[in-house]
Protein backbone atom coordinates (compact mmCIF):
# COMPACT_ATOMS: atom_id res chain seq x y z
CA UNK A 1 0.00 0.00 0.00
CA UNK A 2 1.89 3.28 -1.19
CA UNK A 3 0.06 5.99 1.47
CA UNK A 4 1.83 3.30 4.23
CA UNK A 5 4.85 3.10 2.43
CA UNK A 6 5.63 6.22 2.07
CA UNK A 7 4.64 7.04 5.83
CA UNK A 8 7.78 4.12 6.69
CA UNK A 9 10.11 6.20 4.93
CA UNK A 10 8.73 9.95 6.00
CA UNK A 11 8.58 8.81 9.62
CA UNK A 12 10.01 5.67 10.55
CA UNK A 13 13.09 5.43 12.58
CA UNK A 14 15.46 2.48 11.89
CA UNK A 15 17.31 1.08 15.40
CA UNK A 16 19.96 -1.30 15.60
CA UNK A 17 18.54 -4.62 16.48
CA UNK A 18 16.34 -4.30 13.20
CA UNK A 19 14.07 -2.36 14.90
CA UNK A 20 11.78 0.18 13.18
CA UNK A 21 10.17 2.49 14.97
CA UNK A 22 6.47 3.66 14.03
CA UNK A 23 5.22 5.40 17.26
CA UNK A 24 4.58 8.23 15.58
CA UNK A 25 1.57 6.69 13.05
CA UNK A 26 0.76 3.29 14.16
CA UNK A 27 1.62 2.44 17.68
CA UNK A 28 1.85 5.15 19.96
CA UNK A 29 0.36 7.99 18.12
CA UNK A 30 -1.54 7.04 15.73
CA UNK A 31 -2.43 8.37 12.44
CA UNK A 32 -6.58 7.98 12.31
CA UNK A 33 -6.87 8.83 8.60
CA UNK A 34 -4.32 6.33 7.81
CA UNK A 35 -5.47 3.45 9.36
CA UNK A 36 -8.80 3.74 8.30
CA UNK A 37 -7.50 3.41 4.78
CA UNK A 38 -5.17 0.90 5.91
CA UNK A 39 -8.83 -0.94 7.13
CA UNK A 40 -10.42 -0.34 3.82
CA UNK A 41 -7.51 -1.99 2.03
CA UNK A 42 -7.42 -4.81 4.25
CA UNK A 43 -11.22 -5.29 3.46
CA UNK A 44 -10.55 -5.01 -0.63
CA UNK A 45 -8.05 -8.18 -0.03
CA UNK A 46 -10.29 -10.33 1.61
CA UNK A 47 -13.14 -9.12 0.24
CA UNK A 48 -14.60 -12.62 -1.60
CA UNK A 49 -13.48 -15.07 1.99
CA UNK A 50 -16.47 -14.31 3.48
CA UNK A 51 -15.11 -13.40 6.79
CA UNK A 52 -17.21 -13.20 9.71
CA UNK A 53 -14.77 -12.20 12.48
CA UNK A 54 -11.68 -10.11 13.19
CA UNK A 55 -8.94 -11.51 15.89
CA UNK A 56 -6.34 -9.49 16.92
CA UNK A 57 -4.05 -9.26 20.40
CA UNK A 58 -3.19 -6.30 22.42
CA UNK A 59 -2.51 -3.61 22.15
CA UNK A 60 -0.71 -2.44 19.28
CA UNK A 61 -2.99 -4.13 16.91
CA UNK A 62 -6.32 -2.92 17.90
CA UNK A 63 -6.28 0.12 15.72
CA UNK A 64 -5.97 -1.23 12.71
CA UNK A 65 -8.00 -4.37 13.46
CA UNK A 66 -11.16 -1.68 14.20
CA UNK A 67 -10.16 0.15 10.99
CA UNK A 68 -10.68 -3.27 9.08
CA UNK A 69 -13.65 -4.24 11.35
CA UNK A 70 -15.60 -1.29 10.80
CA UNK A 71 -14.39 -1.86 7.20
CA UNK A 72 -16.12 -5.59 6.78
CA UNK A 73 -18.54 -4.59 9.05
CA UNK A 74 -18.14 -7.31 11.13
CA UNK A 75 -16.94 -7.25 14.94
CA UNK A 76 -13.98 -7.31 16.22
CA UNK A 77 -12.02 -9.18 19.09
CA UNK A 78 -8.57 -8.78 20.98
CA UNK A 79 -6.93 -11.83 22.58
CA UNK A 80 -5.99 -10.19 26.24
CA UNK A 81 -2.61 -10.77 27.53
CA UNK A 82 -3.58 -10.21 31.35
CA UNK A 83 -6.41 -12.39 32.65
CA UNK A 84 -8.14 -9.32 34.72
CA UNK A 85 -11.75 -10.06 37.64
CA UNK A 86 -13.53 -8.23 34.57
CA UNK A 87 -12.90 -11.45 32.44
CA UNK A 88 -15.29 -14.24 33.58
CA UNK A 89 -16.89 -17.27 31.92
CA UNK A 90 -14.51 -19.95 30.26
CA UNK A 91 -11.21 -18.69 27.96
CA UNK A 92 -9.25 -19.91 25.26
CA UNK A 93 -5.50 -19.70 26.02
CA UNK A 94 -2.40 -19.97 24.04
CA UNK A 95 1.44 -19.06 24.71
CA UNK A 96 2.91 -16.42 22.48
CA UNK A 97 6.74 -15.97 22.66
CA UNK A 98 7.95 -12.83 22.52
CA UNK A 99 11.08 -12.51 21.21
CA UNK A 100 11.44 -8.33 21.69
CA UNK A 101 11.33 -9.23 25.59
CA UNK A 102 12.39 -12.61 25.72
CA UNK A 103 10.05 -13.97 27.46
CA UNK A 104 6.53 -15.60 27.26
CA UNK A 105 3.00 -14.66 27.58
CA UNK A 106 -0.33 -16.00 27.89
CA UNK A 107 -3.37 -14.77 25.88
CA UNK A 108 -7.02 -15.31 26.23
CA UNK A 109 -9.99 -15.03 24.34
CA UNK A 110 -13.51 -15.45 26.09
CA UNK A 111 -14.89 -18.62 24.10
CA UNK A 112 -18.14 -17.50 23.27
CA UNK A 113 -16.71 -14.34 21.22
CA UNK A 114 -14.93 -17.11 18.71
CA UNK A 115 -17.80 -20.10 17.57
CA UNK A 116 -17.56 -22.96 15.35
CA UNK A 117 -18.52 -21.73 11.50
CA UNK A 118 -16.47 -18.43 11.96
CA UNK A 119 -14.05 -17.50 8.98
CA UNK A 120 -11.54 -15.45 11.31
CA UNK A 121 -9.33 -12.83 9.65
CA UNK A 122 -5.85 -12.47 11.98
CA UNK A 123 -4.57 -8.47 12.04
CA UNK A 124 -1.91 -6.96 13.66
CA UNK A 125 0.60 -4.22 13.23
CA UNK A 126 3.62 -6.01 12.62
CA UNK A 127 4.89 -9.48 11.38
CA UNK A 128 8.04 -10.28 12.06
CA UNK A 129 8.99 -14.22 13.50
CA UNK A 130 4.40 -14.79 13.28
CA UNK A 131 4.44 -16.01 17.00
CA UNK A 132 1.76 -13.82 18.20
CA UNK A 133 0.28 -15.07 14.92
CA UNK A 134 0.61 -18.40 15.92
CA UNK A 135 -0.94 -17.63 18.96
CA UNK A 136 -4.41 -16.55 16.99
CA UNK A 137 -4.10 -19.63 14.87
CA UNK A 138 -3.84 -21.77 17.69
CA UNK A 139 -7.00 -19.59 19.61
CA UNK A 140 -9.32 -20.20 16.04
CA UNK A 141 -8.10 -23.81 16.30
CA UNK A 142 -9.46 -24.10 19.96
CA UNK A 143 -12.83 -23.08 18.74
CA UNK A 144 -13.14 -25.14 15.76
CA UNK A 145 -13.18 -22.25 13.76
CA UNK A 146 -11.49 -21.55 10.31
CA UNK A 147 -8.87 -18.89 9.87
CA UNK A 148 -9.35 -16.73 6.71
CA UNK A 149 -5.81 -15.46 6.40
CA UNK A 150 -4.04 -13.15 8.19
CA UNK A 151 -3.52 -9.09 7.36
CA UNK A 152 -0.59 -7.48 8.66
CA UNK A 153 0.35 -3.28 8.44
CA UNK A 154 4.13 -3.58 8.13
CA UNK A 155 5.57 -7.55 7.71
CA UNK A 156 9.59 -7.75 7.91
CA UNK A 157 10.13 -9.87 5.71
CA UNK A 158 13.99 -10.96 6.47
CA UNK A 159 12.62 -12.05 9.54
CA UNK A 160 10.75 -15.26 7.57
CA UNK A 161 7.28 -15.52 9.81
CA UNK A 162 5.00 -14.07 7.06
CA UNK A 163 6.89 -16.91 4.59
CA UNK A 164 6.78 -19.77 7.17
CA UNK A 165 2.76 -19.02 7.32
CA UNK A 166 2.55 -18.92 3.74
CA UNK A 167 3.97 -21.96 3.50
CA UNK A 168 1.75 -24.08 5.36
CA UNK A 169 -0.95 -22.27 3.23
CA UNK A 170 -1.80 -19.12 5.28
CA UNK A 171 -2.94 -16.50 3.26
CA UNK A 172 -0.81 -13.91 4.50
CA UNK A 173 -0.99 -9.80 3.63
CA UNK A 174 0.94 -7.46 4.37
CA UNK A 175 0.80 -3.58 3.38
CA UNK A 176 4.19 -3.27 3.45
CA UNK A 177 6.85 -5.75 3.00
CA UNK A 178 10.26 -4.52 3.95
CA UNK A 179 13.14 -7.29 2.70
CA UNK A 180 15.92 -5.50 4.38
CA UNK A 181 16.75 -2.44 6.62
CA UNK A 182 20.77 -2.62 6.51
CA UNK A 183 22.41 0.16 7.21
CA UNK A 184 19.07 1.73 8.36
CA UNK A 185 17.79 2.01 4.22
CA UNK A 186 14.50 0.30 3.79
CA UNK A 187 14.00 -1.95 1.16
CA UNK A 188 10.25 -3.01 0.01
CA UNK A 189 9.57 -6.52 -1.78
CA UNK A 190 7.78 -5.37 -4.85
CA UNK B 1 -26.24 8.34 23.76
CA UNK B 2 -29.58 6.21 22.79
CA UNK B 3 -27.70 3.21 20.78
CA UNK B 4 -25.42 2.78 23.65
CA UNK B 5 -27.73 3.30 26.53
CA UNK B 6 -29.58 0.30 24.66
CA UNK B 7 -26.89 -1.95 23.79
CA UNK B 8 -25.90 -1.70 27.43
CA UNK B 9 -29.27 -2.76 28.58
CA UNK B 10 -29.28 -5.61 25.97
CA UNK B 11 -25.99 -6.95 26.16
CA UNK B 12 -24.60 -5.27 29.60
CA UNK B 13 -24.03 -8.17 32.56
CA UNK B 14 -24.09 -6.18 36.04
CA UNK B 15 -22.18 -8.93 38.36
CA UNK B 16 -21.70 -8.41 42.26
CA UNK B 17 -19.52 -5.31 43.23
CA UNK B 18 -20.93 -2.59 40.79
CA UNK B 19 -18.98 -4.57 37.92
CA UNK B 20 -20.55 -3.27 34.76
CA UNK B 21 -19.45 -6.51 31.60
CA UNK B 22 -19.60 -4.77 28.43
CA UNK B 23 -17.10 -7.21 26.88
CA UNK B 24 -19.31 -8.31 23.90
CA UNK B 25 -19.39 -5.08 22.20
CA UNK B 26 -16.93 -2.71 24.15
CA UNK B 27 -13.92 -4.01 25.64
CA UNK B 28 -13.41 -7.23 24.42
CA UNK B 29 -15.05 -8.31 21.23
CA UNK B 30 -15.85 -4.89 19.94
CA UNK B 31 -19.02 -3.84 18.17
CA UNK B 32 -17.03 -1.63 15.29
CA UNK B 33 -20.42 0.08 14.01
CA UNK B 34 -21.06 1.45 17.51
CA UNK B 35 -17.59 2.39 18.48
CA UNK B 36 -17.56 4.51 14.76
CA UNK B 37 -20.86 6.05 15.56
CA UNK B 38 -19.45 6.77 19.31
CA UNK B 39 -16.68 8.21 17.80
CA UNK B 40 -18.93 10.77 15.63
CA UNK B 41 -21.03 11.13 18.52
CA UNK B 42 -18.23 12.80 21.12
CA UNK B 43 -16.79 14.90 17.99
CA UNK B 44 -20.53 16.37 17.50
CA UNK B 45 -20.53 17.43 21.38
CA UNK B 46 -16.57 19.33 21.11
CA UNK B 47 -17.14 20.10 17.67
CA UNK B 48 -16.47 23.82 19.09
CA UNK B 49 -13.48 23.30 21.25
CA UNK B 50 -10.28 23.10 18.69
CA UNK B 51 -9.45 19.97 19.93
CA UNK B 52 -5.78 19.30 18.35
CA UNK B 53 -5.12 15.65 19.50
CA UNK B 54 -6.94 12.90 21.73
CA UNK B 55 -5.05 11.11 24.37
CA UNK B 56 -6.28 7.64 25.82
CA UNK B 57 -4.50 4.70 27.81
CA UNK B 58 -4.09 1.25 26.68
CA UNK B 59 -6.15 -0.95 26.22
CA UNK B 60 -9.38 -0.55 26.28
CA UNK B 61 -9.83 2.77 25.59
CA UNK B 62 -7.93 2.90 22.41
CA UNK B 63 -11.60 1.80 20.35
CA UNK B 64 -13.16 4.43 21.08
CA UNK B 65 -10.76 7.08 21.14
CA UNK B 66 -9.70 5.99 17.58
CA UNK B 67 -12.90 6.49 16.53
CA UNK B 68 -13.21 10.16 17.66
CA UNK B 69 -9.76 10.64 16.23
CA UNK B 70 -10.94 9.41 12.66
CA UNK B 71 -14.14 11.89 13.24
CA UNK B 72 -12.50 15.17 14.20
CA UNK B 73 -9.56 13.97 11.96
CA UNK B 74 -7.43 14.55 14.36
CA UNK B 75 -4.12 12.07 15.40
CA UNK B 76 -4.90 10.33 18.60
CA UNK B 77 -2.16 9.33 20.95
CA UNK B 78 -2.10 5.84 23.73
CA UNK B 79 -0.39 6.17 27.11
CA UNK B 80 1.46 2.87 27.77
CA UNK B 81 1.25 0.70 30.70
CA UNK B 82 4.54 -0.77 30.58
CA UNK B 83 7.96 0.70 29.07
CA UNK B 84 9.26 -1.55 26.41
CA UNK B 85 12.22 -1.82 24.34
CA UNK B 86 10.84 -0.02 21.49
CA UNK B 87 10.39 3.11 23.39
CA UNK B 88 12.83 5.74 23.26
CA UNK B 89 13.54 9.61 23.84
CA UNK B 90 11.94 10.95 26.74
CA UNK B 91 8.65 10.24 28.14
CA UNK B 92 6.25 12.15 30.41
CA UNK B 93 5.27 9.75 33.18
CA UNK B 94 2.60 9.13 35.88
CA UNK B 95 1.38 7.19 37.86
CA UNK B 96 -2.29 5.71 38.37
CA UNK B 97 -4.12 4.06 40.74
CA UNK B 98 -6.55 0.70 40.06
CA UNK B 99 -9.27 -0.13 42.41
CA UNK B 100 -10.26 -2.83 40.32
CA UNK B 101 -6.70 -4.78 41.06
CA UNK B 102 -5.50 -2.94 44.58
CA UNK B 103 -2.34 -1.46 42.24
CA UNK B 104 -0.77 1.58 40.92
CA UNK B 105 0.57 1.11 37.91
CA UNK B 106 3.12 3.43 35.69
CA UNK B 107 2.29 5.07 31.96
CA UNK B 108 4.15 7.02 29.74
CA UNK B 109 3.68 9.12 26.43
CA UNK B 110 6.74 10.20 24.45
CA UNK B 111 7.07 14.01 25.09
CA UNK B 112 6.86 14.46 21.18
CA UNK B 113 3.52 13.34 20.58
CA UNK B 114 1.95 16.19 23.26
CA UNK B 115 2.90 19.66 22.73
CA UNK B 116 2.37 22.84 24.24
CA UNK B 117 -0.57 24.39 22.28
CA UNK B 118 -2.23 20.90 22.05
CA UNK B 119 -5.89 21.15 23.29
CA UNK B 120 -6.52 17.66 24.60
CA UNK B 121 -9.39 15.92 24.09
CA UNK B 122 -9.21 12.87 26.68
CA UNK B 123 -10.96 9.38 25.59
CA UNK B 124 -11.56 6.17 27.38
CA UNK B 125 -14.37 3.46 27.50
CA UNK B 126 -15.14 4.22 31.57
CA UNK B 127 -14.94 6.60 34.00
CA UNK B 128 -15.29 5.35 37.57
CA UNK B 129 -13.68 6.78 40.08
CA UNK B 130 -11.89 9.27 37.64
CA UNK B 131 -7.68 7.98 38.31
CA UNK B 132 -7.12 7.14 34.51
CA UNK B 133 -8.86 10.70 33.59
CA UNK B 134 -6.43 12.27 36.05
CA UNK B 135 -3.34 10.30 35.17
CA UNK B 136 -4.10 11.90 31.52
CA UNK B 137 -4.93 15.44 32.79
CA UNK B 138 -1.08 15.34 34.58
CA UNK B 139 0.34 14.05 30.97
CA UNK B 140 -1.30 16.92 29.83
CA UNK B 141 -0.22 19.58 32.33
CA UNK B 142 3.07 18.37 32.10
CA UNK B 143 3.22 19.02 28.37
CA UNK B 144 2.13 22.72 29.07
CA UNK B 145 -1.01 21.62 26.58
CA UNK B 146 -4.68 22.04 27.74
CA UNK B 147 -7.15 20.06 28.36
CA UNK B 148 -10.62 20.53 25.92
CA UNK B 149 -12.20 18.05 28.02
CA UNK B 150 -13.08 14.47 28.92
CA UNK B 151 -15.27 11.97 27.06
CA UNK B 152 -16.02 8.13 28.02
CA UNK B 153 -18.31 5.48 26.80
CA UNK B 154 -19.73 4.51 30.18
CA UNK B 155 -19.35 6.91 33.91
CA UNK B 156 -20.54 5.12 36.38
CA UNK B 157 -21.97 8.05 38.29
CA UNK B 158 -22.23 6.45 41.50
CA UNK B 159 -18.68 6.48 42.23
CA UNK B 160 -18.09 9.93 41.29
CA UNK B 161 -15.08 10.38 39.57
CA UNK B 162 -16.83 12.84 36.85
CA UNK B 163 -18.80 14.98 39.09
CA UNK B 164 -15.30 15.51 40.71
CA UNK B 165 -13.86 16.23 37.53
CA UNK B 166 -16.77 18.91 36.96
CA UNK B 167 -16.48 20.93 40.10
CA UNK B 168 -12.78 21.63 39.33
CA UNK B 169 -14.21 23.04 35.98
CA UNK B 170 -13.04 20.24 33.23
CA UNK B 171 -15.76 19.48 31.02
CA UNK B 172 -17.35 15.65 31.24
CA UNK B 173 -19.48 14.05 28.84
CA UNK B 174 -20.40 10.52 29.08
CA UNK B 175 -21.95 8.62 25.82
CA UNK B 176 -24.32 6.96 28.91
CA UNK B 177 -24.33 7.75 32.50
CA UNK B 178 -25.46 5.72 35.17
CA UNK B 179 -26.57 6.41 38.11
CA UNK B 180 -27.32 2.99 39.76
CA UNK B 181 -26.69 -0.75 39.30
CA UNK B 182 -28.53 -1.84 42.49
CA UNK B 183 -29.90 -5.47 42.32
CA UNK B 184 -28.41 -5.54 38.61
CA UNK B 185 -31.52 -3.20 37.34
CA UNK B 186 -29.77 -0.34 35.20
CA UNK B 187 -30.59 3.37 35.59
CA UNK B 188 -29.42 5.69 33.42
CA UNK B 189 -29.21 10.10 34.33
CA UNK B 190 -31.84 12.07 32.20
Known amino acids: M ?42 RLFHDERVTKILTIETSGIAVALGTAAAMEVPMVFAKKNRTGNLSGEMYETKVHSYTHGTDYTVVVEKRYISEGDNVLLVDDFLANGKALEGLMDIVAQANASVAGAAVAIEKGFQHGGDELRARGVRVEALALIDSMDGGEIVFRD
Do not use: C, T, W, Y
Not at 13 to 18: E, Q, T
Open 2 to 43: KALEEKILKDGVVLPGNILKVGSFLNHQIDADLIMEMGREIA
